[in-house]
Every structure is written in C-alpha cells, then in structure tokens.
C-alpha cells in the first residue's frame, strides 16, 4: 500500500478510510429512509411502495447533484406525501391507474410552480420572509394532522375516500378503530410503536428504532399469519415489488379527458410546491448554520424544482429536503455528498435483493412508523421559545391551528399571510422609549411605522413642549420619514439627535466603512437633508 | 429529576397510554361482538314487513311475496341467525335511524345518530315503506328510492363522478351529504346491517343483480319535461304554502310535536346540505323527481312536473348547511343565514300581513 501511495502520491490509506465511512453512512442512510419512502408512498400518498423508492433513489440523486449543500439530503418528505393522498383523494381511487397518473401530473406541476419560483427572483426571495414560528407552527400541525390520518391503516381499517375537515375524520377514525378495527392489525401496530418508542430511549440505538420497530410489527404479523392464518387475520401487507428495477418510466396523465380533474388539482399542486419549497429553505438555513457555512437558498430552490420536474417521469413521489436526515448526516459526521450519493445507491441494491422481505411489511406497522414521525414533528423544543413572545405565539397557534382546522392550501395561504403580517407588524412597530422628552427609536422610521411614532411624539410635544428625537439606533429611513422630520424640525419644537455623528451608521469600526467614501451613501444624505 | 429517570417516567406513561389504549379496544370489541349476539327487538313497521316477507333463520328461503305474486317461487340460500339478526337491525336503522323507539339508541342502532347532524333525518324519509314502498295493492312504486332494486345495481359507476361506487360508498354519500354529517367506516356495522337488509329485500322481491326496475333511483324530471315556463320561486312559494306547509311548516324547517317528529325538515340545520343531490341548485332533476312520485303522502303523483320543480326551486332557495367539501367560511355564512333569515322572513311576512290588512277596506280585512 505505501509503495503504491508512493507511486501516485495519494494518502490512500486516507481516502480508503473516507470512503468506507461514506459509504457506512450511505447504508445507514438508506436503511433510515427505506421504511419511510414505504410508508409515506403506501400510507400517506395511496401510490404503490415504488413511488417512494424511486423518490430515495432518483430524489436523493438530483438533489445530490443540483444542490451545492454537502448535508443536503431529499427524498420523499411526510407532508408532501401527505398533501397528495389529500389532493388527489376525491379525484380518483388510491393505487389505481388514473390516481397513480395525476400523482404524477400534481408533481409534475409542484415542478413547474418551483420553477417559477426560481426564475422569478422576488417570489423566490419571499420564501426568505416565511418566519421560524410559521414553519413550527405549520409542522406541528402537520405532524397532527399525519397521527390523524394514520389512525384509520393502524386499525386495519379501509381508509376514507372522501374529504372532511381534519379534525372530524380524526375523531371518526379513532372512534372507528376502537370499535371496528381489526385487533389483530392494531396489535401489529402497537408492537411497532412500543418497539419504535424503547429503541429511542437509547442514544446510541436511536436512529435504527424505525428499522427494529418495523421488524418486530412484521415477525408478529409473520407469527399471527403462521398460527391463524392470513386469510383470518386480514393483515394488509405492502406486496409485491418486483416490478421494481433501475428505472421506470412513466408519464404525468394530461389529456382533453382528465383536465377537469387536472384544473381541480392546481390548489393541490400549489400547496405541494410551497410545502416543499418552505421545508426545504428552512431546513438549509437551519442546518448550514449548525454545519457552519452558507449555501444560497436560490440554489435549494433550483435543485429542488429540476428534480420535481424529472421525477414524474421515473415513476417517483416528488422530493424536498428532510431536515431529519440531513440532522443524522450531520450527527454522523460526515459532511460529504458521497455518502449521500452512496445511501441512494444503497437503497436500490437493497430493494433489488430483498424484495421479498420488504414485501411481507404490514400496512399497521408503516402506519405506526407515520404516528411516530408525526408525533417526533412535534418538539416542544422547538415549540418553547415561540410561547415566551406573545406576538410569536399568535402566529405559532394560528399557523398550528389553521393546518387542524382548514386544509393543507388554507394552511399554507394562511402561513404565508401571517409571515408577511408578521414581518410587517415588526418593522411597523419599532421600539419607542421615553426619557423625559427624548425619544428614543429604535428600529425603522418609514410610513408604515410613521402612527405608531407620531403618537408617541405627540404626548411628548403636550407634556413637555418640546422633544429630542434620538435616531441613534434607528436603521432605515424611507422618503415620508424624511418629510416628517423636515417638518416637525421646521416647527422648532425638535432637536433631532444621532449620537453616532461622524462615525459609521452601522458601527462595525471598519475603517474602510468609516471613510468619507461611505458617508457619502444615500442614507446619509438623506439625514443631512434635515 | 436525572434525566434518565424523567426518561423513563416519560416511556413508562406512554407505554402506560399505549396499554390503556389496546384495554379499550378490546372492551369496545367484546361489547359490539355482545350486540351482534343479543335477539332484536323491532319497531312495528319491521316486524310488520319482516313478517309479511317470512324472514326467519333455516337453510332454504321461499318469499312469500313472489309466491303470492307469480303462483311460485325458487328457493333461495336461507339466512342463519346472526344473519337474521343483522337483517333486522339494519330495517330498524332504516325505519327509526334517530332511535327514538329504541330503548338503548346507542347499542340498538349503533349509533347511527353519531352520523347525522340534525335531529330530523331518518333514512325512511327518502327511502320511503322502510326502503320498499309499495301501494295499496304490493306493488312497487316508481322512482320511490327502493334499497332492495339499488343493491341489485350493487357496484355501480357514478354517473356524475364517473367512479366506480360500491353500495357501501353510497350509502356514506347519505351520511354525509343527504343526512349532513359525516360518514362511517366502511367495515361499521351500521353500513353492513343496512347492506344485509337492503340485500334481503332483493331476495324477497325477487330482483336481479344488474337488472333496472322501475322503484330504482329517482324518476328525474329535468327542464324539459315541462311547459317550457321556467322554475319560478313565486310559484313554488304559493304551491308549497297550498301542498306543504301543513306539515313541513311555514319555514320548511320540520315539525315536531310531543317530542316526536311529524314530518322532517326540507331547510335549515337538520335539513339536507348544499352537497347534497337533492339540492336543487347541484342537480336540479332529484328533488322535483322525488316530490313528483313520492309527494304528498297518500296523493302520490298528483303534482304536476312544473309544479314539482316550482316546489324544488324554492326550497332549493332556503338556507341549509354547507357541505363539508365546502369548508368552515361557507359553513359559516350558511350557518348565519340560517340563523339570521327565519326571524326577518317571519319579520317581513308580519309587516307585509299588517301592511295588507291596513289597505284593505275593513270588511274585507275580516
């Protein structure tokens, strides 16, 4: 080995062991991700298992390429899954030909709506605007709203075909399980999700409480089918998979017949897009701040809309990023697009030669596999730190409850609404303090916030007779500012203070920044006109 | 608290929740499978037909119905006594679907009302005879929503949805829509009782699976088998008040006396909703083809078509519920409008009254 070191000059023994922890890393991704693009195609989406296979395979490989991020990792995601069973539920039956043909179109058109989001530079940028308690909100409500919807599978029961608001199928699927449900199929369910929960206590076991969940639903279903029989206890089972091979093309359903049906889902598709769009900006700007870096949220918007564009065409769920796997990619320590490269490659060896075993996979445990990650989505970490600001917790609860209590494109509209309501309440209300007859501004003086400030100067100008306006931490002044200050600056009754005169606005101390070249910057002299 | 020990709290009280939770299904279960057991006590109206078509549990079944009909009768596979059972309790859901016979309406209809939101609806109202209405002779009425000729279409495609509909599915687009609440699972008793009944009256009325008959659906009355003179609301408002009023009240709302109800309501909450096909704004040839045949009670088929689709346009005009497809906004609005509307109707209707009687001369005014 070292000879040959020599010879070509590569630390090998380097590389060999880089490329051994890639590619342990890439199986255990693969092996993380192999029950999820199951059970997201079959229990969420009502579209054969390979739809979500190919999602962890093709997704995962597009993304990988597009996407600069090295933790970056897509693939099939809950809630776009979900968004599609939902979608496309009163449209067609699940797992027929025409549903599993407008899965595609609803891709192929999240796809296309990305896109535009790309190309067009604002509303890509808007994406930016969607705040932290918006996100959490939508999540948690999400990770409800995947409990609920598991509920009717866990219990072995047919799934609903048409749509009612979330919480009334919640509360008839629950009361439907408990008294209609097939026990043997809750059994099942139950034995994966106590599995599922004792794993996870453990650290070091944590990431693989899926997988052993999965394999003891599926020994006792194994165990029921051998001393009862299958056609007794009526356990749906994945089937088979062995139409699945490298590739498999398909084409999104768009003719004169179906375009009604197609016009019906653009809600859907629209819905489908921005959920994907907003996990995936987030979950990037949340984990290239822990990896340390950056990685421009415009280039997770292209790969993410070229990958939904391709995908329809090889029989796949769309993709976006999974925090969650990316998280383990992370906790894993290798920052590498091999290794992300690897897990897809992984998981198709893996479908390839245990196609039988995957096969025999009870639907109550996937469904219990969907209740866990549902129930994971809410954190009450992630929840805390939203309740200790009121504002915060307004737009949290009515983001939470608008995912409950509307559908998935209300929740969605709503969320945007809130983040723009949200981010335009904060700069409208900037932070006035009273000492005296000081006036103290702390945030931006602009005709939004233009009410809020004239009121305070106002009580000030009766109490006092005369004010100081300090703008020493005042950040951005528009043109009506401006005017205002002209006249209330004619009126004599105002001395206006800057207590950063002669130095940088933004105080960094940079010299360069500090010299007469930066003065001369617009803000500056717009202050100087007054 | 160390963390493992919270840790473990934490795992125990699921684990706890999880155990509770199998408890309860097992209890649920093992009370149902006790019902299923228990002997059927029918209303009068079942016992009355189940009687006159010889249900009782043996190996072969002959209806009498045919035999009295045609002379003959081929023996069909009988029914065992969980078969009876489920039979009797689905004509009991259909004939009294709000329990109020029943002495245990939770364990007795298995909670059909659970299904439904108002406090009106009964599956006898459309279904009219309990699913099988006939003359004063025996024999079946046309266009009269017959359950025994619709389970013999038992997976039909939708004509307006184009889906493949099984009987079952049907049934929950009345739980949903025409009874405005939500629909059962498909594996629920109430469904498979009610498909047990539905499928035994075919057996006694001798129909064929696939077959079209006469008492199957609604006999649909579109615009064109009238005079050619438009749906008027004015009319349809002066027919009703002369036809309808005197039991489906001024409002259309229902009436109800002595804590029993008289006729159900055709507007407001316990109504059917804007989802429903006999919502004349949604399809506008159901409801006139439903009055048309099955209305009024006893003078069935004296209305006119133009008359009948008068009569739907203006109760198609009143408020009822939203759909749930619809969602909570439109739910909203309707849900005000039903609220707000009654009291100015009646308030306009007063002042128009004494507006009248103040113009007239005052010896035609008594």
């Given at each position: 080995?070292?000879?040959?070191?020599?010879v070509?000059?590569?630390?090998?023994?380097?590389?060999?062991?880089d490329?051994?922890?890639?590619?342990?890393?890439g199986?255990t991704?693969?092996?993380?991700?192999l029950?999820?693009?199951v059970?997201?195609?079959?229990?969420?989406?009502?579209?054969?298992?390979?739809?979500?296979?190919?999602?962890?395979?093709?997704?995962?490989?597009?993304?990988?390429?597009?996407?600069?991020?090295?933790?970056f990792?897509g693939?099939?995601?809950?809630a776009?899954?979900?968004?599609?069973?939902?979608?496309?539920?009163?449209?067609?039956?699940?797992?027929?030909a025409?549903?599993?043909?407008?899965?595609?179109t609803?891709?192929?058109?999240?796809?296309l709506?990305?896109?535009?989001?790309?190309?067009?530079?604002?509303?890509?940028?808007?994406?930016?605007l969607?705040?932290?308690?918006?996100?959490?909100?939508?999540?948690?409500?999400?990770?409800?709203?995947?409990?609920?919807?598991?509920?009717?599978?866990?219990?072995?029961l047919p799934?609903?075909?048409?749509?009612?608001?979330?919480?009334?199928?919640?509360?008839?699927?629950?009361?439907?399980?408990?008294?209609?449900?097939?026990?043997?199929?809750?059994?099942v369910?139950?034995?994966?999700l106590?599995?599922?929960?004792?794993?996870?206590?453990?650290?070091?076991?944590?990431?693989?409480?899926i997988?052993?969940?999965?394999?003891a639903?599926?020994?006792?279903?194994?165990?029921?089918?051998?001393?009862?029989?299958?056609?007794?206890?009526?356990?749906e089972?994945?089937?088979?998979?062995?139409?699945?091979?490298?590739?498999?093309p398909?084409?999104?359903?768009f003719?004169?017949?179906?375009?009604?049906?197609?016009?019906?889902?653009?809600?859907?598709?629209?819905?489908?897009?921005?959920?994907?769009?907003?996990?995936?900006?987030?979950?990037?700007?949340?984990?290239?701040r822990?990896?340390?870096?950056?990685?421009?949220?415009r280039?997770?918007?292209?790969?993410?809309?070229?990958?939904?564009?391709?995908?329809?065409f090889?029989?796949s769920?769309?993709?976006?990023?999974?925090?969650?796997?990316?998280?383990?990619?992370?906790?894993?320590?290798?920052?590498?697009?091999?290794a992300?490269?690897?897990?897809?490659?992984?998981?198709?060896?893996?479908?390839?030669?245990?196609?039988?075993?995957?096969?025999?996979?009870?639907?109550?445990?996937?469904?219990?596999?969907?209740?866990?990650?549902g129930?994971?989505?809410?954190?009450?970490?992630?929840?805390?730190?939203?309740?200790?600001?009121?504002r915060?917790?307004?737009v949290?609860?009515?983001?939470f409850?608008?995912v409950?209590?509307?559908?998935?494109?209300?929740?969605?509209?709503?969320?945007?609404?809130?983040?723009?309501g949200?981010?335009?309440?904060?700069?409208a209300?900037?932070?006035i303090?009273v000492?005296?007859?000081?006036?103290?501004?702390?945030?931006?003086l602009?005709?939004?916030?233009?009410?809020?400030?004239?009121?305070?100067?106002?009580?000030?100008?009766?109490?006092?007779?005369?004010?100081?306006?300090?703008?020493?931490?005042?950040?951005y002044?528009?043109?009506?500012?401006?005017?205002?200050?002209?006249?209330?600056?004619?009126?004599?009754?105002?001395?206006?203070?800057?207590?950063?005169?002669?130095?940088?606005?933004?105080?960094?101390?940079?010299?360069?920044?500090?010299?007469?070249?930066?003065?001369?910057?617009?803000?500056?002299r717009?202050?100087?006109?007054? | 608290?160390s963390?493992?020990?919270?840790?473990?709290?934490?795992?125990t009280?699921?684990?706890?929740?999880?155990?509770?939770f199998?408890?309860?299904?097992?209890?649920q279960?093992?009370?149902?499978?006790?019902?299923?057991?228990?002997?059927v006590?029918?209303?009068?109206?079942?016992?009355?037909?189940?009687?006159?078509?010889?249900?009782?549990?043996?190996?072969?079944?002959r209806?009498?119905?045919?035999?009295?009909?045609?002379?003959?009768?081929?023996?069909?596979?009988g029914?065992?006594?969980?078969?009876?059972?489920?039979?009797?309790?689905?004509?009991?859901?259909?004939?009294?679907?709000?329990?109020?016979?029943?002495?245990?309406?939770?364990?007795?209809?298995?909670?059909?009302?659970?299904?439904?939101?108002?406090?009106?609806?009964?599956?006898?109202?459309?279904?009219?005879?309990?699913?099988?209405k006939?003359?004063g002779?025996?024999?079946?009425?046309?266009?009269?929503l017959?359950?025994?000729?619709?389970?013999v279409?038992?997976?039909?495609?939708?004509?307006?949805?184009?889906?493949?509909l099984?009987?079952?599915?049907?049934?929950?687009?009345?739980?949903?829509?025409?009874?405005?609440?939500?629909?059962?699972?498909?594996?629920?008793?109430?469904?498979?009782?009610?498909?047990?009944?539905?499928?035994?009256?075919?057996?006694?009325?001798?129909?064929k699976?696939?077959?079209?008959?006469?008492e199957?659906g609604?006999?649909?009355?579109?615009?064109?088998?009238?005079?050619k003179?438009?749906?008027?609301?004015?009319r349809?408002?002066?027919?009703?008040?002369?036809?309808?009023?005197?039991?489906?009240?001024?409002?259309?709302?229902?009436?109800?006396?002595?804590?029993?109800?008289?006729?159900?309501?055709?507007?407001?909450?316990?109504?059917w909703?804007?989802?429903?096909?006999?919502?004349?704004?949604?399809?506008?040839?159901?409801?006139?083809?439903?009055?048309?045949?099955?209305?009024?009670?006893?003078?069935?088929?004296?209305?006119?078509?133009?008359?009948c689709?008068?009569?739907?346009?203006?109760?198609?005009?009143?408020?009822r519920?939203?759909g749930?497809?619809e969602?909570?906004?439109?739910?909203?609005?309707?849900?005000?409008?039903?609220?707000?509307?009654?009291?100015?109707?009646?308030?306009?209707?007063?002042?128009?009254k004494?507006?009248?009687?103040?113009?007239?001369?005052?010896?035609?005014?008594?």
């Open positions: 080995m070292k000879s040959l070191e020599a070509l000059k590569l630390p090998l023994r380097k590389h060999w062991s490329l051994y922890g890639n590619l342990t890393v199986l991704l693969a092996l993380v991700t029950p999820q693009a059970a997201f195609s079959v229990t969420l989406a009502g579209v054969p298992p390979h739809f979500g296979i190919y999602a962890a395979v093709w997704g995962v490989l597009f993304c990988a390429m597009l996407n600069p991020s090295r933790v990792h693939g099939p995601n809950t776009m899954s979900a968004t599609i069973g939902v979608t496309l539920l009163p449209t067609a039956p699940p797992f027929g025409e549903y599993m043909g407008y899965a595609l609803l891709g192929l058109m999240a796809g709506i990305q896109l535009m989001f790309y190309l067009i530079r604002p509303l890509g940028r808007m994406l930016d969607i705040s932290e308690p918006v996100i959490n909100g939508m999540i948690c409500g999400i990770g409800l709203f995947l409990i609920f919807k598991s509920l009717t599978t866990f219990g072995g799934l609903n075909t048409e749509v009612e608001w979330p919480l009334w199928i919640a509360w008839q699927s629950l009361l439907a399980v408990v008294e209609v449900g097939n026990v043997h199929a809750i059994e369910g139950l034995i994966t106590i599995t599922c929960v004792i794993v996870q206590q453990f650290d070091r076991l944590r990431n693989w409480a997988l052993l969940g999965i394999a639903g599926t020994l006792y279903s194994e165990y029921l089918s051998a001393t009862l029989g299958l056609h007794n206890t009526l356990i089972q994945i089937g088979n998979l062995s139409s699945i091979s490298l590739v498999y398909s084409v999104p359903l003719n004169q017949e179906s375009m009604p049906d197609v016009i019906s889902i653009v809600p859907g598709a629209v819905t489908l897009a921005l959920l994907g769009l907003f996990q995936t900006v987030a979950a990037m700007r949340r984990m290239t822990k990896v340390g870096g950056f990685t421009d949220s280039k997770a918007i292209f790969s993410d809309a070229v990958s939904n564009c391709l995908l329809p090889l029989s769920l769309p993709t976006c990023a999974s925090f969650n796997r990316m998280w383990l990619v992370h906790k894993l320590g290798i920052h590498s697009k091999l992300i490269v690897s897990s897809a490659l992984w998981l198709l060896l893996l479908v390839l030669f245990f196609a039988k075993v995957i096969a025999i996979i009870p639907m109550p445990a996937m469904a219990a596999v969907i209740i866990l990650l129930a994971n989505m809410i954190n009450w970490d992630d929840i805390k730190p939203h309740l200790n600001d009121r915060e917790a307004i949290f609860l009515a983001s409850l608008s409950l209590l509307l559908d998935l494109f209300g929740a969605v509209i709503v969320g945007s609404i809130l983040a723009f949200y981010s335009k309440w904060e700069q209300h900037p932070n303090s000492r005296g007859k000081v006036l103290k501004i702390r945030g931006n602009y005709y939004g916030s233009l009410p809020v400030i004239e009121s305070m100067y106002h009580r000030v100008i009766e109490r006092e007779g005369s004010a100081v306006i300090d703008l020493s931490d005042c950040y002044i528009d043109r009506e500012g401006i005017r205002w200050l002209a006249a209330v600056k004619a009126a004599q009754k105002v001395d206006l203070a800057d207590r950063r005169k002669n130095e940088n606005r933004r105080g960094t101390g940079d010299s360069k920044r500090a010299s007469g070249k930066r003065r001369d910057r617009p803000d500056r717009r202050r100087s006109e007054f | 608290m963390t493992t020990a919270l840790k473990l709290a934490r795992t009280l699921l684990l706890l929740v999880l155990a509770g199998y408890l309860v299904v097992t209890q279960h093992k009370h149902r499978e006790d019902i299923r057991l228990t002997t006590t029918l209303t009068p109206g079942c016992a009355e037909k189940l009687r006159r078509y010889g249900l009782v549990s043996s190996d072969r079944y209806s009498p119905y045919v035999l009295q009909r045609t002379g003959s009768t081929a023996p069909l596979r029914y065992s006594d969980e078969d009876v059972r489920a039979i009797q309790r689905g004509c009991n859901i259909i004939d009294d679907t709000q329990g109020k016979q029943a002495k245990d309406t939770g364990n007795e209809r298995w909670n059909a009302t659970r299904f439904i939101r108002g406090t009106h609806t009964s599956c006898d109202h459309c279904h009219q005879g309990i699913g099988d006939q003359d002779h025996g024999n079946r009425m046309k266009g009269s017959s359950l025994g000729a619709s389970w279409m038992a997976d039909m495609y939708d004509r307006f949805t184009g889906m493949l099984p009987f079952e599915l049907r049934q929950m687009q009345c739980f949903i829509n025409s009874s405005n609440g939500y629909k059962p699972n498909i594996a629920d008793d109430v469904l498979r009782d009610i498909t047990a009944y539905s499928r035994f009256l075919s057996a006694a009325l001798a129909l699976i696939g077959n079209h008959y006469d199957q609604i006999d649909e009355i579109p615009a064109s088998d009238t005079p003179q438009g749906d008027d609301y004015v349809g408002e002066f027919v009703y008040k002369q036809k309808c009023q005197v039991c489906h009240g001024r409002q259309a709302f229902g009436l109800e006396a002595n804590g029993q109800l008289v006729a159900p309501a055709l507007a407001g909450p316990n109504a909703n804007t989802q429903s096909r006999n919502y004349f704004n949604y399809v506008s040839t159901i409801l006139p083809g439903f009055i048309c045949r099955n209305m009024p009670l006893g003078a069935e088929n004296t209305l006119s078509n133009q008359e689709r008068d009569i739907a346009f203006y109760i198609g005009n009143l408020p519920p939203a749930d497809r969602g909570p906004v439109v739910a909203l609005q309707h849900q005000a409008l039903m609220t707000f509307m009654p009291p100015l109707m009646r308030l306009t209707e007063s002042t128009r004494s507006g009248v009687s103040a113009a007239l001369p005052p010896e035609r005014n008594q």
